[in-house]
Protein backbone atom coordinates (compact mmCIF):
# COMPACT_ATOMS: atom_id res chain seq x y z
CA UNK A 1 0.00 0.00 0.00
CA UNK A 2 1.28 3.71 -1.15
CA UNK A 3 1.37 6.19 1.21
CA UNK A 4 -1.04 8.82 1.09
CA UNK A 5 -0.73 12.04 -0.49
CA UNK A 6 2.25 14.08 0.28
CA UNK A 7 0.13 17.25 1.37
CA UNK A 8 -0.98 14.88 4.13
CA UNK A 9 2.09 14.28 5.37
CA UNK A 10 2.60 17.66 5.58
CA UNK A 11 -0.03 18.24 7.62
CA UNK A 12 0.60 15.13 9.83
CA UNK A 13 4.35 15.86 10.67
CA UNK A 14 3.68 19.44 10.68
CA UNK A 15 3.73 21.77 14.05
CA UNK A 16 2.11 20.65 16.59
CA UNK A 17 1.65 23.72 18.48
CA UNK A 18 -1.52 22.79 20.80
CA UNK A 19 0.72 20.61 23.13
CA UNK A 20 2.13 21.48 26.51
CA UNK A 21 5.94 21.84 24.46
CA UNK A 22 4.84 22.73 20.71
CA UNK A 23 6.61 19.94 18.69
CA UNK A 24 8.66 21.42 15.79
CA UNK A 25 7.58 20.27 12.25
CA UNK A 26 9.45 17.44 10.81
CA UNK A 27 11.60 16.68 7.65
CA UNK A 28 8.90 13.89 6.08
CA UNK A 29 10.65 13.95 3.13
CA UNK A 30 14.45 12.77 4.55
CA UNK A 31 12.84 9.91 6.00
CA UNK A 32 12.07 6.78 3.78
CA UNK A 33 7.84 6.65 2.83
CA UNK A 34 7.53 3.38 4.27
CA UNK A 35 7.71 4.72 7.73
CA UNK A 36 5.27 7.56 7.55
CA UNK A 37 2.59 6.47 9.70
CA UNK A 38 -0.33 4.66 7.55
CA UNK A 39 -2.99 2.39 7.36
CA UNK A 40 -2.14 -0.99 5.97
CA UNK A 41 -2.99 -4.75 5.57
CA UNK A 42 -2.27 -6.21 8.86
CA UNK A 43 0.32 -8.77 8.42
CA UNK A 44 0.37 -10.01 12.07
CA UNK A 45 -2.21 -12.31 12.64
CA UNK A 46 -2.63 -10.85 15.86
CA UNK A 47 -6.14 -10.23 17.60
CA UNK A 48 -7.62 -6.54 17.02
CA UNK A 49 -6.38 -3.85 19.33
CA UNK A 50 -3.02 -5.64 19.96
CA UNK A 51 0.16 -3.49 19.44
CA UNK A 52 2.95 -5.90 17.15
CA UNK A 53 6.72 -4.34 16.96
CA UNK A 54 8.27 -5.78 14.31
CA UNK A 55 11.71 -5.91 14.78
CA UNK A 56 12.83 -6.79 11.23
CA UNK A 57 11.42 -4.14 9.05
CA UNK A 58 11.14 -1.40 12.01
CA UNK A 59 7.34 -1.28 12.01
CA UNK A 60 4.70 -0.90 14.70
CA UNK A 61 1.61 -2.00 13.86
CA UNK A 62 -1.63 -1.28 15.84
CA UNK A 63 -4.50 -3.75 14.72
CA UNK A 64 -7.91 -3.64 14.15
CA UNK A 65 -11.18 -5.37 13.29
CA UNK A 66 -11.43 -5.17 9.82
CA UNK A 67 -7.75 -7.24 8.84
CA UNK A 68 -6.35 -3.38 8.71
CA UNK A 69 -3.67 -1.69 11.02
CA UNK A 70 -2.13 1.57 11.68
CA UNK A 71 1.14 1.32 10.80
CA UNK A 72 4.02 3.13 12.11
CA UNK A 73 8.49 3.78 11.53
CA UNK A 74 10.37 2.68 14.47
CA UNK A 75 13.63 2.52 16.03
CA UNK A 76 14.83 0.07 17.61
CA UNK A 77 17.72 -1.57 20.40
CA UNK A 78 21.37 -1.71 18.78
CA UNK A 79 22.86 -5.05 18.80
CA UNK A 80 22.81 -6.40 22.57
CA UNK A 81 19.82 -4.65 23.33
CA UNK A 82 17.25 -6.23 22.00
CA UNK A 83 14.10 -7.82 23.43
CA UNK A 84 11.23 -9.78 22.31
CA UNK A 85 8.35 -11.52 23.88
CA UNK A 86 4.59 -10.61 25.31
CA UNK A 87 3.64 -8.22 27.45
CA UNK A 88 0.79 -5.58 28.24
CA UNK A 89 0.47 -1.59 28.60
CA UNK A 90 0.13 -1.12 31.83
CA UNK A 91 0.02 2.56 32.02
CA UNK A 92 1.04 5.35 29.70
CA UNK A 93 1.98 8.84 30.40
CA UNK A 94 2.12 12.54 28.84
CA UNK A 95 5.23 14.06 28.57
CA UNK A 96 7.21 11.69 30.67
CA UNK A 97 10.47 12.31 33.01
CA UNK A 98 13.05 10.12 31.85
CA UNK A 99 15.26 8.75 34.37
CA UNK A 100 18.28 6.45 33.29
CA UNK A 101 18.56 3.15 35.18
CA UNK A 102 21.92 3.05 37.61
CA UNK A 103 23.65 0.72 34.84
CA UNK A 104 23.00 3.15 32.24
CA UNK A 105 24.55 6.32 34.20
CA UNK A 106 27.50 3.78 35.16
CA UNK A 107 28.22 3.63 31.34
CA UNK A 108 27.78 6.91 30.58
CA UNK A 109 28.77 9.33 33.59
CA UNK A 110 27.43 12.31 31.56
CA UNK A 111 24.16 11.21 32.91
CA UNK A 112 24.63 11.39 36.28
CA UNK A 113 22.90 14.43 36.66
CA UNK A 114 19.44 12.84 35.57
CA UNK A 115 20.00 9.67 37.67
CA UNK A 116 17.42 8.07 40.04
CA UNK A 117 19.00 9.98 42.89
CA UNK A 118 19.09 13.35 41.13
CA UNK A 119 15.36 13.24 40.17
CA UNK A 120 15.69 12.05 36.07
CA UNK A 121 15.03 14.97 33.53
CA UNK A 122 12.10 16.80 33.02
CA UNK A 123 9.93 16.46 30.55
CA UNK A 124 10.50 18.34 27.55
CA UNK A 125 11.31 18.48 23.85
CA UNK A 126 14.93 17.66 24.16
CA UNK A 127 13.95 14.47 26.79
CA UNK A 128 14.66 11.10 25.54
CA UNK A 129 11.08 9.72 25.64
CA UNK A 130 10.07 12.72 24.15
CA UNK A 131 6.10 13.72 23.80
CA UNK A 132 4.38 10.25 24.96
CA UNK A 133 5.31 6.75 26.91
CA UNK A 134 3.66 3.72 26.96
CA UNK A 135 5.08 1.45 29.76
CA UNK A 136 5.22 -2.45 28.64
CA UNK A 137 4.81 -4.52 31.26
CA UNK A 138 5.13 -8.62 32.01
CA UNK A 139 3.79 -10.77 34.74
CA UNK A 140 2.95 -8.03 35.83
CA UNK A 141 6.27 -6.61 36.50
CA UNK A 142 7.68 -3.68 34.85
CA UNK A 143 9.97 -4.74 32.28
CA UNK A 144 12.03 -1.56 31.58
CA UNK A 145 10.97 -1.04 27.99
CA UNK A 146 8.95 1.50 26.67
CA UNK A 147 7.14 2.69 23.51
CA UNK A 148 7.93 6.09 23.75
CA UNK A 149 8.47 9.62 21.48
CA UNK A 150 11.61 10.68 20.27
CA UNK A 151 13.23 14.04 18.87
CA UNK A 152 15.76 12.17 17.12
CA UNK A 153 13.53 11.60 13.92
CA UNK A 154 16.54 10.86 11.85
CA UNK A 155 16.98 7.19 13.82
CA UNK A 156 13.74 6.10 12.76
CA UNK A 157 14.07 2.68 10.66
CA UNK A 158 17.34 2.27 12.47
CA UNK A 159 19.01 0.00 15.58
CA UNK A 160 21.13 2.74 17.65
CA UNK A 161 19.04 2.88 21.31
CA UNK A 162 19.73 1.08 24.12
CA UNK A 163 16.53 -0.90 23.57
CA UNK A 164 13.25 0.97 23.90
CA UNK A 165 10.77 1.49 20.85
CA UNK A 166 10.43 4.91 19.56
CA UNK A 167 8.48 6.74 17.37
CA UNK A 168 8.30 10.05 15.99
CA UNK A 169 6.87 12.66 17.90
CA UNK A 170 3.81 13.50 16.09
CA UNK A 171 3.42 9.32 15.76
CA UNK A 172 3.69 8.72 19.14
CA UNK A 173 0.68 11.26 19.67
CA UNK A 174 -1.41 9.72 17.67
CA UNK A 175 -0.81 6.02 18.72
CA UNK A 176 -1.30 7.29 22.61
CA UNK A 177 -4.64 8.18 21.30
CA UNK A 178 -5.70 4.84 19.70
CA UNK A 179 -4.17 2.45 22.77
CA UNK A 180 -6.93 2.33 25.23
CA UNK A 181 -7.14 -0.16 28.71
CA UNK A 182 -4.15 -2.99 29.03
CA UNK A 183 -3.25 -3.22 25.45
CA UNK A 184 -1.38 -6.72 24.44
CA UNK A 185 1.99 -6.01 23.29
CA UNK A 186 3.74 -8.31 21.04
CA UNK A 187 7.34 -7.66 19.97
CA UNK A 188 9.01 -10.11 17.24
CA UNK A 189 10.66 -10.54 13.66
CA UNK A 190 7.56 -11.10 11.67
CA UNK A 191 9.94 -11.36 8.78
CA UNK A 192 11.70 -14.26 10.35
CA UNK A 193 8.31 -15.88 11.36
CA UNK A 194 9.26 -16.27 15.42
CA UNK A 195 10.65 -14.61 18.39
CA UNK A 196 13.85 -13.49 19.28
CA UNK A 197 15.34 -14.38 22.56
CA UNK A 198 14.61 -12.20 25.43
CA UNK A 199 17.70 -9.91 26.57
CA UNK A 200 18.53 -7.56 28.99
CA UNK A 201 18.06 -3.57 28.65
CA UNK A 202 18.42 -0.57 30.56
CA UNK A 203 16.89 1.97 28.70
CA UNK A 204 14.10 2.01 31.16
CA UNK A 205 12.77 4.98 33.35
CA UNK A 206 11.61 4.88 36.67
CA UNK A 207 7.41 4.69 36.78
CA UNK A 208 5.93 7.19 38.54
CA UNK A 209 2.16 6.07 38.77
CA UNK A 210 -0.92 5.16 36.23
CA UNK A 211 -1.26 7.51 33.21
CA UNK A 212 -5.02 7.47 32.90
Request: proline share 8%; glycine share 10%; aromatic share 12%.
Amino acid sequence: MLPEPAADYAMMYGEKLDEQFPLPAIPYQKIKPQFYRQMVDDPTGQAPGTLVVDTGNHFLYYTYPNGKAMRYGVGLGRAGFEWAGRGVIQYKRKWPRWTPPDEMVARQPALQRYSIANGGMDAGIKNPLGARALYIFQNNEDTLYRIHGSPEWWTIGKSVSSGCVRLMNQDIVDLYERVRGKTPVVVTDLSAGGMMASTPMDDGVTLEGPAY
